[in-house]
């Protein structure tokens, strides 16, 4: 069974920073992880993706591109986004997720239960 558990959210002021944490537990090791971020009232949005079988391939929604970075270490079975520069619009509830098509906002097989962020102007 596969279980993922994401961390580090919270309430920041506009322009700072946070990075989110993804555990995944069971049989996790996937080619292809990301985020998702969905905000009161609005749809759901794919922030970013990571393809460990094209070296790390990474991919990002504009609206983050150049202030957000994925990673993962399969060592520790962890997903990371690096989030700065944040901005009130980047408040969500965000959540990672297991694709099965590698790019922002791909189908997903796996999600975990999400971590506020909330940013203050």
């Known amino acids: 069974q596969v279980q993922l558990e994401e961390s580090g959210g919270g309430s920041v002021q506009a322009g700072g920073s946070l990075r989110l944490s993804c555990l995944g537990l069971?049989?996790?090791?996937?080619?292809?992880m990301g985020w998702f971020r969905q905000a009161p009232g609005k749809e759901r949005e794919g922030v970013a993706a990571i393809d460990s079988e094209e070296a790390g391939r990474t991919r990002y929604a504009e609206s983050v591109k150049g202030r957000f970075t994925i990673t993962k270490d399969n060592a520790k079975n962890t997903l990371y986004l690096e989030m700065s520069s944040l901005k009130p619009e980047d408040t969500a509830m965000y959540y990672c997720a297991i694709l099965r098509d590698c790019r922002p906002g791909g189908a997903a097989s796996y999600w975990g239960q999400g971590t506020q962020v909330t940013v203050s102007s």
């Open positions: 069971g049989s996790t090791y996937r080619s292809c």
